[in-house]
Protein backbone atom coordinates (compact mmCIF):
# COMPACT_ATOMS: atom_id res chain seq x y z
CA UNK A 1 0.00 0.00 0.00
CA UNK A 2 1.66 3.31 -1.70
CA UNK A 3 2.31 5.89 1.82
CA UNK A 4 0.91 9.56 1.85
CA UNK A 5 4.00 11.49 1.74
CA UNK A 6 4.00 15.70 3.00
CA UNK A 7 3.61 17.64 -0.71
CA UNK A 8 3.49 20.89 -1.47
CA UNK A 9 -0.11 21.15 -3.63
CA UNK A 10 1.57 22.75 -6.60
CA UNK A 11 3.96 20.45 -6.91
CA UNK A 12 1.78 17.68 -6.61
CA UNK A 13 -0.10 19.16 -9.80
CA UNK A 14 3.24 19.59 -11.82
CA UNK A 15 4.20 16.05 -10.62
CA UNK A 16 0.69 14.83 -12.11
CA UNK A 17 1.56 16.50 -15.47
CA UNK A 18 4.59 14.60 -15.52
CA UNK A 19 3.47 10.95 -14.83
CA UNK A 20 0.48 12.08 -17.79
CA UNK A 21 4.06 12.93 -19.76
CA UNK A 22 2.57 15.43 -21.07
CA UNK A 23 4.60 16.93 -24.68
CA UNK A 24 4.15 20.43 -24.31
CA UNK A 25 4.39 22.45 -21.66
CA UNK A 26 4.14 26.38 -22.46
CA UNK A 27 3.62 28.64 -19.30
CA UNK A 28 4.30 32.30 -17.97
CA UNK A 29 5.27 32.58 -14.54
CA UNK A 30 2.24 34.46 -12.02
CA UNK A 31 1.51 34.30 -8.20
CA UNK A 32 0.26 31.74 -6.91
CA UNK A 33 0.25 29.66 -9.74
CA UNK A 34 4.38 30.09 -9.81
CA UNK A 35 5.50 26.83 -8.12
CA UNK A 36 3.51 24.78 -10.65
CA UNK A 37 5.50 25.85 -13.99
CA UNK A 38 8.48 26.29 -11.73
CA UNK A 39 8.80 22.83 -10.61
CA UNK A 40 7.67 21.67 -14.12
CA UNK A 41 10.71 23.96 -15.95
CA UNK A 42 12.43 21.51 -13.38
CA UNK A 43 11.36 18.14 -14.12
CA UNK A 44 12.00 19.23 -17.55
CA UNK A 45 15.33 20.74 -17.18
CA UNK A 46 16.29 17.72 -15.56
CA UNK A 47 15.27 14.94 -17.85
CA UNK A 48 12.52 13.52 -15.72
CA UNK A 49 9.64 14.92 -18.17
CA UNK A 50 10.37 14.79 -22.17
CA UNK A 51 8.50 17.64 -22.86
CA UNK A 52 9.26 20.98 -24.73
CA UNK A 53 8.74 23.37 -21.91
CA UNK A 54 8.29 27.29 -23.59
CA UNK A 55 8.93 29.92 -21.64
CA UNK A 56 7.02 32.48 -23.09
CA UNK A 57 6.59 36.01 -22.91
CA UNK A 58 3.04 36.51 -21.62
CA UNK A 59 0.34 34.52 -21.45
CA UNK A 60 -1.44 35.33 -24.25
CA UNK A 61 1.34 33.52 -26.35
CA UNK A 62 1.22 30.93 -23.62
CA UNK A 63 -2.30 30.20 -25.07
CA UNK A 64 -1.49 30.74 -28.55
CA UNK A 65 1.06 28.19 -28.08
CA UNK A 66 -1.16 25.58 -25.93
CA UNK A 67 -3.39 26.19 -28.93
CA UNK A 68 -0.95 25.46 -31.62
CA UNK A 69 0.40 22.74 -29.66
CA UNK A 70 -2.40 21.12 -29.27
CA UNK A 71 -3.80 21.17 -33.03
CA UNK A 72 -0.10 19.79 -34.05
CA UNK A 73 -1.16 16.43 -31.99
CA UNK A 74 1.13 17.32 -28.44
CA UNK A 75 -0.33 16.30 -25.21
CA UNK A 76 -0.30 20.24 -23.88
CA UNK A 77 -0.60 21.61 -20.52
CA UNK A 78 -0.18 24.86 -18.95
CA UNK A 79 -1.19 27.40 -15.42
CA UNK A 80 -2.40 30.91 -14.67
CA UNK A 81 -4.08 32.51 -12.29
CA UNK A 82 -5.60 35.76 -12.58
CA UNK A 83 -4.02 38.41 -14.58
CA UNK A 84 -2.70 35.98 -16.50
CA UNK A 85 -5.94 34.42 -17.32
CA UNK A 86 -7.22 37.74 -18.23
CA UNK A 87 -4.25 38.51 -20.46
CA UNK A 88 -5.58 35.01 -22.20
CA UNK A 89 -8.60 35.97 -22.99
CA UNK A 90 -8.57 36.24 -26.25
CA UNK A 91 -7.19 32.73 -27.33
CA UNK A 92 -9.14 30.93 -24.67
CA UNK A 93 -12.53 31.41 -26.59
CA UNK A 94 -10.44 30.03 -29.73
CA UNK A 95 -9.36 26.43 -28.51
CA UNK A 96 -12.96 24.78 -27.81
CA UNK A 97 -14.53 25.63 -31.37
CA UNK A 98 -10.91 23.41 -32.75
CA UNK A 99 -11.52 21.05 -30.28
CA UNK A 100 -8.45 21.16 -28.58
CA UNK A 101 -7.98 19.61 -25.38
CA UNK A 102 -5.80 21.79 -23.52
CA UNK A 103 -5.42 21.02 -19.86
CA UNK A 104 -4.74 24.41 -17.61
CA UNK A 105 -4.52 24.38 -13.63
CA UNK A 106 -5.68 27.86 -12.27
CA UNK A 107 -4.77 28.82 -9.23
CA UNK A 108 -7.30 31.02 -8.44
CA UNK A 109 -6.85 34.25 -7.76
CA UNK A 110 -8.43 37.73 -7.52
CA UNK A 111 -8.10 40.50 -9.88
CA UNK A 112 -6.54 43.78 -10.17
CA UNK A 113 -7.41 46.70 -8.23
CA UNK A 114 -6.86 47.21 -5.88
CA UNK A 115 -3.47 44.65 -6.73
CA UNK A 116 -4.10 41.52 -5.21
CA UNK A 117 -2.63 38.27 -4.87
CA UNK A 118 -4.80 36.42 -2.88
CA UNK A 119 -7.59 33.76 -3.24
CA UNK A 120 -11.12 34.25 -4.76
CA UNK A 121 -12.97 33.07 -7.99
CA UNK A 122 -13.21 35.70 -9.94
CA UNK A 123 -10.45 34.73 -12.47
CA UNK A 124 -12.51 31.59 -13.41
CA UNK A 125 -16.10 33.36 -12.98
CA UNK A 126 -14.75 35.67 -16.06
CA UNK A 127 -14.06 32.60 -18.18
CA UNK A 128 -16.96 30.49 -17.03
CA UNK A 129 -18.93 31.13 -20.69
CA UNK A 130 -16.06 30.41 -23.08
CA UNK A 131 -16.54 26.69 -23.54
CA UNK A 132 -14.03 24.73 -21.42
CA UNK A 133 -15.05 21.84 -18.69
CA UNK A 134 -14.25 23.34 -15.47
CA UNK A 135 -13.30 21.04 -12.06
CA UNK A 136 -12.78 22.40 -8.90
CA UNK A 137 -10.43 20.79 -6.46
CA UNK A 138 -11.03 20.82 -2.73
CA UNK A 139 -7.75 19.00 -1.42
CA UNK A 140 -4.46 18.42 -2.52
CA UNK A 141 -5.05 15.07 -3.39
CA UNK A 142 -8.02 16.24 -5.71
CA UNK A 143 -6.17 18.87 -7.51
CA UNK A 144 -3.43 15.92 -8.55
CA UNK A 145 -6.19 13.51 -9.44
CA UNK A 146 -8.22 16.25 -11.15
CA UNK A 147 -4.97 17.32 -12.79
CA UNK A 148 -4.95 13.08 -14.42
CA UNK A 149 -8.08 12.88 -15.18
CA UNK A 150 -8.71 16.79 -16.82
CA UNK A 151 -6.42 14.46 -19.48
CA UNK A 152 -8.59 11.54 -19.40
CA UNK A 153 -11.54 13.80 -20.06
CA UNK A 154 -10.36 16.16 -22.18
CA UNK A 155 -9.06 13.91 -24.85
CA UNK A 156 -11.82 11.09 -24.93
CA UNK A 157 -12.87 11.62 -28.43
CA UNK A 158 -16.54 12.48 -27.44
CA UNK A 159 -15.41 15.40 -25.54
CA UNK A 160 -11.56 17.29 -27.00
CA UNK A 161 -12.72 20.32 -25.45
CA UNK A 162 -10.13 22.18 -23.29
CA UNK A 163 -10.31 21.85 -19.29
CA UNK A 164 -9.71 23.96 -15.96
CA UNK A 165 -8.32 22.67 -13.47
CA UNK A 166 -9.18 25.19 -10.40
CA UNK A 167 -7.15 25.49 -7.06
CA UNK A 168 -7.63 27.39 -4.66
CA UNK A 169 -4.86 30.21 -4.64
CA UNK A 170 -2.42 29.37 -1.37
CA UNK A 171 -5.41 27.71 0.61
CA UNK A 172 -4.38 24.86 -1.53
CA UNK A 173 -1.61 25.97 -4.00
CA UNK A 174 0.77 26.47 -1.11
CA UNK A 175 -0.36 23.71 1.49
CA UNK A 176 1.49 21.11 2.08
CA UNK A 177 -0.70 18.05 3.01
CA UNK A 178 -0.43 14.53 3.13
CA UNK A 179 -0.37 13.11 -1.17
CA UNK A 180 -0.86 9.88 -2.14
CA UNK A 181 1.33 9.94 -6.04
CA UNK A 182 0.10 7.22 -8.54
CA UNK A 183 3.04 5.57 -9.88
CA UNK A 184 3.51 5.70 -14.04
CA UNK A 185 2.70 2.17 -13.91
CA UNK A 186 -1.27 3.09 -12.72
CA UNK A 187 -1.59 6.37 -15.17
CA UNK A 188 -0.66 4.80 -17.91
CA UNK A 189 -3.31 1.70 -17.41
CA UNK A 190 -5.64 4.50 -16.88
CA UNK A 191 -4.66 7.17 -19.33
CA UNK A 192 -3.92 5.88 -23.28
CA UNK A 193 -1.31 8.22 -25.13
CA UNK A 194 -3.00 10.87 -26.77
CA UNK A 195 -4.99 10.37 -29.85
CA UNK A 196 -5.84 13.78 -31.31
CA UNK A 197 -9.52 14.06 -32.90
CA UNK A 198 -7.92 16.56 -35.78
CA UNK A 199 -4.45 17.73 -35.84
CA UNK A 200 -2.74 19.62 -38.35
CA UNK A 201 -1.22 17.20 -40.71
CA UNK A 202 0.60 17.98 -44.09
CA UNK A 203 -0.37 14.26 -45.47
CA UNK A 204 -3.73 14.82 -44.44
CA UNK A 205 -3.98 18.63 -44.68
CA UNK A 206 -7.25 20.47 -42.96
CA UNK A 207 -7.75 24.00 -42.19
CA UNK A 208 -9.07 25.61 -38.45
CA UNK A 209 -10.51 28.40 -37.42
CA UNK A 210 -11.54 29.83 -40.81
CA UNK A 211 -14.14 32.30 -41.42
CA UNK A 212 -18.17 31.77 -40.00
CA UNK A 213 -20.47 33.90 -41.25
CA UNK A 214 -24.00 35.13 -40.63
CA UNK A 215 -25.03 31.81 -42.33
CA UNK A 216 -22.92 29.32 -40.14
CA UNK A 217 -21.77 31.06 -36.57
CA UNK A 218 -24.74 30.34 -34.96
CA UNK A 219 -24.66 26.69 -35.71
CA UNK A 220 -20.71 26.47 -35.01
CA UNK A 221 -21.39 28.02 -31.76
CA UNK A 222 -24.79 25.43 -31.41
CA UNK A 223 -22.03 22.08 -31.80
CA UNK A 224 -19.40 23.40 -28.69
CA UNK A 225 -22.08 24.08 -26.60
CA UNK A 226 -23.68 21.07 -27.30
CA UNK A 227 -20.61 19.00 -27.06
CA UNK A 228 -20.02 20.76 -23.58
CA UNK A 229 -23.46 19.93 -22.69
CA UNK A 230 -22.73 16.53 -23.53
CA UNK A 231 -19.65 15.85 -21.41
CA UNK A 232 -21.36 15.90 -18.71
CA UNK A 233 -21.96 11.35 -19.17
CA UNK A 234 -17.71 11.20 -19.96
CA UNK A 235 -16.94 12.94 -16.76
CA UNK A 236 -19.03 10.54 -15.13
CA UNK A 237 -17.38 7.86 -16.60
CA UNK A 238 -14.16 9.20 -15.96
CA UNK A 239 -14.40 9.59 -12.74
CA UNK A 240 -16.05 5.67 -12.28
CA UNK A 241 -13.22 4.43 -14.14
CA UNK A 242 -10.71 6.44 -12.38
CA UNK A 243 -11.96 4.89 -9.06
CA UNK A 244 -11.14 1.41 -10.28
CA UNK A 245 -7.66 2.32 -10.78
CA UNK A 246 -6.68 4.60 -7.91
CA UNK A 247 -9.53 3.81 -5.37
CA UNK A 248 -10.54 7.18 -4.98
CA UNK A 249 -14.42 7.98 -5.72
CA UNK A 250 -15.38 11.26 -6.66
CA UNK A 251 -18.77 12.75 -8.12
CA UNK A 252 -19.85 15.84 -10.00
CA UNK A 253 -21.34 16.61 -7.32
CA UNK A 254 -20.62 15.60 -3.51
CA UNK A 255 -23.20 15.65 -0.62
CA UNK A 256 -22.39 16.10 2.99
CA UNK A 257 -24.94 15.72 5.72
CA UNK A 258 -27.58 17.02 3.41
CA UNK A 259 -29.88 14.19 4.47
CA UNK A 260 -32.74 15.66 6.70
CA UNK A 261 -30.69 19.14 6.60
CA UNK A 262 -33.15 22.14 6.68
CA UNK A 263 -30.65 24.13 5.21
CA UNK A 264 -27.91 23.41 2.22
CA UNK A 265 -24.67 25.48 1.78
CA UNK A 266 -23.53 25.29 -2.13
CA UNK A 267 -20.21 26.38 -2.63
CA UNK A 268 -16.79 25.36 -4.50
CA UNK A 269 -13.48 24.53 -3.97
CA UNK A 270 -11.45 24.12 -0.73
CA UNK A 271 -13.66 25.95 1.65
CA UNK A 272 -15.53 22.87 1.73
CA UNK A 273 -13.81 21.00 3.95
CA UNK A 274 -13.49 24.13 6.63
CA UNK A 275 -17.27 24.20 5.94
CA UNK A 276 -18.09 20.22 6.75
CA UNK A 277 -16.01 20.90 10.10
CA UNK A 278 -18.56 23.69 10.97
CA UNK A 279 -21.53 21.78 10.59
CA UNK A 280 -20.32 18.65 12.24
CA UNK A 281 -20.49 21.06 15.04
CA UNK A 282 -23.93 22.75 13.71
CA UNK A 283 -25.53 19.52 13.94
CA UNK A 284 -23.93 18.63 17.59
CA UNK A 285 -25.73 21.74 18.53
CA UNK A 286 -29.06 20.06 16.80
CA UNK A 287 -29.19 22.56 13.66
CA UNK A 288 -29.63 20.72 10.64
CA UNK A 289 -27.19 21.74 7.70
CA UNK A 290 -25.53 20.09 4.94
CA UNK A 291 -23.10 20.73 2.67
CA UNK A 292 -23.33 20.67 -1.48
CA UNK A 293 -20.76 20.80 -3.55
CA UNK A 294 -19.84 21.56 -6.94
CA UNK A 295 -17.19 19.67 -8.55
CA UNK A 296 -17.80 19.78 -11.87
CA UNK A 297 -18.82 23.56 -12.70
CA UNK A 298 -18.61 23.42 -16.35
CA UNK A 299 -20.83 21.98 -17.98
CA UNK A 300 -22.86 22.06 -14.96
CA UNK A 301 -24.52 19.00 -13.80
CA UNK A 302 -28.07 20.32 -13.60
CA UNK A 303 -30.15 17.24 -12.81
CA UNK A 304 -27.24 16.23 -10.48
CA UNK A 305 -27.52 19.20 -8.61
CA UNK A 306 -31.32 19.43 -8.34
CA UNK A 307 -31.03 15.45 -6.80
CA UNK A 308 -28.31 16.80 -3.98
CA UNK A 309 -30.44 19.94 -2.95
CA UNK A 310 -33.58 18.48 -2.64
CA UNK A 311 -35.66 18.07 0.79
CA UNK A 312 -34.14 21.45 1.44
CA UNK A 313 -36.30 24.46 2.66
CA UNK A 314 -33.29 26.49 2.68
CA UNK A 315 -30.12 27.38 -0.09
CA UNK A 316 -27.31 29.18 1.52
CA UNK A 317 -25.28 29.64 -1.84
CA UNK A 318 -21.59 31.02 -1.03
CA UNK A 319 -19.97 32.60 -3.62
CA UNK A 320 -16.19 33.85 -3.79
CA UNK A 321 -16.80 36.58 -6.52
CA UNK A 322 -18.87 39.48 -7.37
CA UNK A 323 -20.84 40.01 -10.31
CA UNK A 324 -20.49 44.09 -10.06
CA UNK A 325 -24.20 45.36 -11.19
CA UNK A 326 -26.55 42.27 -9.97
CA UNK A 327 -27.95 41.57 -6.97
CA UNK A 328 -26.58 38.02 -6.78
CA UNK A 329 -23.07 36.37 -7.32
CA UNK A 330 -22.72 33.85 -10.69
CA UNK A 331 -22.80 30.54 -8.63
CA UNK A 332 -26.38 31.55 -6.91
CA UNK A 333 -27.35 33.53 -10.51
CA UNK A 334 -27.17 30.29 -12.15
CA UNK A 335 -28.53 28.21 -9.14
CA UNK A 336 -31.63 30.32 -9.28
CA UNK A 337 -32.14 30.02 -12.96
CA UNK A 338 -32.17 26.53 -12.38
CA UNK A 339 -33.95 26.06 -9.91
CA UNK A 340 -37.07 29.27 -10.85
CA UNK A 341 -39.60 27.15 -13.07
CA UNK A 342 -39.31 24.05 -10.66
CA UNK A 343 -43.10 23.32 -8.86
CA UNK A 344 -40.87 23.37 -5.50
CA UNK A 345 -38.21 25.18 -4.60
CA UNK A 346 -35.95 26.35 -1.58
CA UNK A 347 -35.64 29.86 -0.57
CA UNK A 348 -32.48 30.99 -2.23
CA UNK A 349 -30.23 33.23 -0.15
CA UNK A 350 -26.43 34.55 -1.47
CA UNK A 351 -23.10 35.20 0.59
CA UNK A 352 -19.85 36.41 -1.11
CA UNK A 353 -17.09 35.76 1.31
CA UNK A 354 -13.05 35.64 1.43
CA UNK A 355 -12.44 37.55 -1.35
CA UNK A 356 -8.97 38.57 -2.26
CA UNK A 357 -7.73 35.86 0.28
CA UNK A 358 -9.89 36.66 3.40
CA UNK A 359 -10.12 33.98 5.67
CA UNK A 360 -13.00 31.73 6.04
CA UNK A 361 -13.48 30.10 8.90
CA UNK A 362 -16.31 27.92 10.89
CA UNK A 363 -17.54 30.74 12.51
CA UNK A 364 -18.54 32.24 8.99
CA UNK A 365 -20.43 29.28 8.13
CA UNK A 366 -22.25 28.82 11.28
CA UNK A 367 -22.98 32.77 10.82
CA UNK A 368 -24.07 32.03 7.39
CA UNK A 369 -26.82 28.88 8.56
CA UNK A 370 -28.41 31.59 10.70
CA UNK A 371 -28.89 34.10 8.29
CA UNK A 372 -30.30 31.32 5.89
CA UNK A 373 -32.92 30.73 8.42
CA UNK A 374 -33.52 34.47 9.43
CA UNK A 375 -33.61 35.65 5.60
CA UNK A 376 -36.22 32.83 4.72
CA UNK A 377 -38.79 34.44 6.66
CA UNK A 378 -38.12 37.93 5.48
CA UNK A 379 -37.70 37.62 1.81
CA UNK A 380 -36.60 40.49 0.77
CA UNK A 381 -33.71 40.12 1.96
CA UNK A 382 -30.99 36.97 -0.13
CA UNK A 383 -27.73 39.05 -0.72
CA UNK A 384 -24.90 39.70 1.80
CA UNK A 385 -21.25 40.47 1.41
CA UNK A 386 -20.76 38.46 4.61
CA UNK A 387 -18.04 40.39 7.11
CA UNK A 388 -18.03 43.74 5.21
CA UNK A 389 -16.09 46.99 6.80
CA UNK A 390 -18.79 49.41 6.48
CA UNK B 1 -5.18 18.13 16.51
CA UNK B 2 -2.15 19.87 17.68
CA UNK B 3 -1.73 23.78 16.37
CA UNK B 4 1.21 25.38 15.89
CA UNK B 5 2.32 28.95 15.02
CA UNK B 6 5.69 30.26 13.58
CA UNK B 7 7.12 33.39 13.92
CA UNK B 8 10.20 34.22 12.19
CA UNK B 9 11.96 36.57 9.65
CA UNK B 10 11.84 36.47 5.88
CA UNK B 11 15.13 33.96 5.20
CA UNK B 12 15.20 32.40 8.35
CA UNK B 13 13.14 29.84 7.52
CA UNK B 14 10.00 29.97 9.28
CA UNK B 15 8.11 28.04 6.31
CA UNK B 16 10.87 25.79 5.79
CA UNK B 17 10.56 24.86 9.23
CA UNK B 18 6.62 24.45 9.19
CA UNK B 19 6.94 22.63 6.15
CA UNK B 20 9.38 19.68 7.80
CA UNK B 21 6.96 19.91 11.09
CA UNK B 22 4.39 18.64 8.87
CA UNK B 23 6.26 15.92 6.60
CA UNK B 24 7.81 14.21 9.75
CA UNK B 25 4.39 13.91 11.15
CA UNK B 26 2.72 12.53 7.67
CA UNK B 27 6.05 9.99 7.58
CA UNK B 28 4.93 8.91 10.86
CA UNK B 29 1.93 8.24 9.44
CA UNK B 30 0.22 11.26 10.80
CA UNK B 31 -1.74 13.50 9.56
CA UNK B 32 -0.60 17.03 8.97
CA UNK B 33 -0.60 20.60 6.73
CA UNK B 34 1.43 23.26 6.72
CA UNK B 35 0.84 27.29 4.97
CA UNK B 36 2.67 30.05 4.96
CA UNK B 37 0.93 33.51 6.03
CA UNK B 38 0.60 34.42 2.23
CA UNK B 39 2.55 37.13 0.92
CA UNK B 40 4.90 39.45 -1.14
CA UNK B 41 7.95 37.46 0.84
CA UNK B 42 10.69 39.95 1.77
CA UNK B 43 14.03 39.09 3.88
CA UNK B 44 13.98 40.69 6.93
CA UNK B 45 10.33 41.58 7.32
CA UNK B 46 8.50 39.04 9.65
CA UNK B 47 7.04 36.02 8.83
CA UNK B 48 3.97 33.66 10.17
CA UNK B 49 3.82 30.22 9.43
CA UNK B 50 1.14 27.49 10.58
CA UNK B 51 0.90 23.85 11.06
CA UNK B 52 -1.84 21.90 12.42
CA UNK B 53 -0.66 17.98 13.28
CA UNK B 54 -3.31 14.97 14.03
CA UNK B 55 -4.25 11.66 14.54
CA UNK B 56 -7.36 12.06 12.10
CA UNK B 57 -7.49 13.33 8.65
CA UNK B 58 -7.63 17.27 9.03
CA UNK B 59 -10.80 18.73 7.45
CA UNK B 60 -9.98 22.41 8.50
CA UNK B 61 -8.15 25.61 6.18
CA UNK B 62 -8.71 28.34 8.07
CA UNK B 63 -5.91 30.11 9.59
CA UNK B 64 -4.76 28.98 13.42
CA UNK B 65 -6.01 31.31 15.49
CA UNK B 66 -5.36 29.59 19.52
CA UNK B 67 -2.22 27.94 18.59
CA UNK B 68 -1.29 25.22 20.98
CA UNK B 69 2.34 25.69 20.61
CA UNK B 70 4.33 29.09 19.31
CA UNK B 71 7.49 29.12 17.85
CA UNK B 72 9.79 32.07 17.87
CA UNK B 73 12.73 31.65 15.26
CA UNK B 74 13.87 35.58 16.02
CA UNK B 75 13.85 36.81 19.44
CA UNK B 76 13.44 40.23 17.84
CA UNK B 77 9.98 39.53 16.64
CA UNK B 78 8.84 39.90 19.60
CA UNK B 79 9.52 43.27 20.02
CA UNK B 80 6.82 44.15 16.73
CA UNK B 81 4.43 41.28 16.92
CA UNK B 82 2.09 40.15 20.31
CA UNK B 83 3.40 36.49 19.66
CA UNK B 84 1.34 34.95 22.49
CA UNK B 85 -1.76 36.48 20.73
CA UNK B 86 -4.62 33.57 20.92
CA UNK B 87 -2.28 31.45 22.55
CA UNK B 88 -3.97 28.41 24.28
CA UNK B 89 -3.64 29.18 28.46
CA UNK B 90 -2.22 25.65 28.40
CA UNK B 91 0.17 26.53 25.39
CA UNK B 92 3.60 26.09 25.01
CA UNK B 93 6.30 28.94 23.67
CA UNK B 94 9.16 28.09 22.06
CA UNK B 95 11.46 30.88 21.60
CA UNK B 96 15.16 31.26 19.87
CA UNK B 97 16.82 33.53 23.01
CA UNK B 98 19.86 33.54 24.96
CA UNK B 99 17.59 34.83 27.90
CA UNK B 100 15.72 32.82 30.64
CA UNK B 101 12.35 32.66 30.37
CA UNK B 102 11.89 34.58 33.59
CA UNK B 103 12.93 37.77 32.04
CA UNK B 104 11.18 37.00 28.77
CA UNK B 105 8.12 36.58 31.09
CA UNK B 106 8.84 39.72 32.85
CA UNK B 107 9.32 41.68 29.70
CA UNK B 108 5.96 40.13 27.56
CA UNK B 109 4.25 39.67 30.51
CA UNK B 110 4.09 35.55 29.10
CA UNK B 111 1.87 33.71 31.00
CA UNK B 112 2.41 30.20 29.25
CA UNK B 113 4.85 27.28 29.52
CA UNK B 114 8.35 28.29 27.83
CA UNK B 115 11.05 26.20 26.48
CA UNK B 116 14.09 28.11 25.50
CA UNK B 117 17.34 27.96 23.44
CA UNK B 118 20.23 29.50 22.47
CA UNK B 119 19.53 28.90 18.95
CA UNK B 120 21.08 30.88 16.66
CA UNK B 121 24.49 30.12 18.61
CA UNK B 122 23.77 26.68 17.17
CA UNK B 123 23.22 27.54 14.04
CA UNK B 124 26.15 29.84 13.08
CA UNK B 125 28.27 27.01 14.98
CA UNK B 126 26.96 24.12 12.87
CA UNK B 127 25.06 25.45 9.70
CA UNK B 128 27.87 28.51 9.77
CA UNK B 129 24.41 30.21 8.82
CA UNK B 130 21.72 32.14 10.68
CA UNK B 131 19.39 30.34 9.83
CA UNK B 132 17.60 28.79 13.17
CA UNK B 133 14.74 26.57 11.80
CA UNK B 134 15.67 23.07 11.98
CA UNK B 135 17.94 23.96 15.41
CA UNK B 136 13.68 24.93 16.25
CA UNK B 137 12.65 21.97 15.29
CA UNK B 138 14.24 20.40 17.57
CA UNK B 139 13.36 22.41 20.27
CA UNK B 140 9.41 21.60 19.43
CA UNK B 141 10.52 17.37 19.64
CA UNK B 142 11.59 18.03 22.65
CA UNK B 143 9.17 20.17 24.76
CA UNK B 144 6.51 18.37 22.93
CA UNK B 145 7.67 15.00 22.57
CA UNK B 146 6.52 14.70 19.21
CA UNK B 147 9.71 13.85 17.02
CA UNK B 148 12.80 12.08 17.59
CA UNK B 149 15.96 12.33 15.62
CA UNK B 150 15.34 9.25 13.86
CA UNK B 151 12.03 10.84 12.85
CA UNK B 152 13.53 13.84 11.36
CA UNK B 153 16.51 12.25 9.59
CA UNK B 154 14.66 10.53 5.92
CA UNK B 155 12.30 14.33 6.00
CA UNK B 156 16.22 16.01 6.06
CA UNK B 157 17.84 14.40 3.58
CA UNK B 158 14.39 14.74 1.10
CA UNK B 159 14.39 18.27 1.88
CA UNK B 160 18.05 19.38 2.11
CA UNK B 161 20.21 16.41 0.49
CA UNK B 162 22.63 14.24 2.09
CA UNK B 163 25.81 16.71 2.85
CA UNK B 164 23.10 19.68 4.15
CA UNK B 165 21.35 17.65 5.80
CA UNK B 166 23.50 15.52 7.41
CA UNK B 167 24.64 19.38 9.11
CA UNK B 168 20.70 19.75 9.92
CA UNK B 169 20.72 16.49 11.67
CA UNK B 170 23.49 17.52 13.79
CA UNK B 171 21.99 20.94 14.46
CA UNK B 172 18.99 19.03 15.49
CA UNK B 173 20.35 16.69 17.80
CA UNK B 174 22.10 19.68 19.48
CA UNK B 175 19.12 21.34 20.29
CA UNK B 176 17.08 18.34 21.09
CA UNK B 177 19.61 17.71 24.05
CA UNK B 178 20.25 21.38 25.29
CA UNK B 179 16.90 22.62 24.91
CA UNK B 180 15.50 23.43 28.46
CA UNK B 181 12.29 22.63 29.34
CA UNK B 182 11.12 25.00 32.00
CA UNK B 183 8.91 23.37 34.98
Given at each position: ?148 L??K ?36 KFL ?45 EAFNDFAKVF ?144 | ?183
Open positions: MAKPIGLEVSLAVAEAVKLCDTDVVAAYPITPQTHIVEHLSELVANGELDAAYIPVESEQSAMSSCIGSSAAGARTFTATSSQGLALMNEMLFIAPPLRLPIVMAIANRALSAPINIWNDHSDIMSIRDVGWLALFAETGQEALDMTIGFIAEDHRVSLPITINLDGFTLSHFIEPVLLPTKEEVAPPFKPLVKLDIANPISMGLLGGPESYTEARKVTDDILVASKPVVIGREYKVIESYRTEGADTILVMMGSIAETAMTAIDELWDAGKKVGVVRIRLWRPFPVEEFKEAIKGAKNLAVIDRAISMGVPDAPVALEVKSLLYNEKVRPFISNYVVGLGGRDVTRDDFKYISGRAEEFSTSPQTQYELVGVLE | MIEIRLHGRGGQGAVTSAELMAQTAISQGKFAQAFPSFGPERRGAPVTAFVRISDKPIRIREKVYNPDVVVVLDPTVMNVTKVDSGLRSDGYLLVNTHRPPADLRKEFGFTQKIATLDAMSIALDILKVPITNTVMLGVFAKALGEATPDDVREPFIHRFGDSLAAKNQAAFEKAYSETRVEG
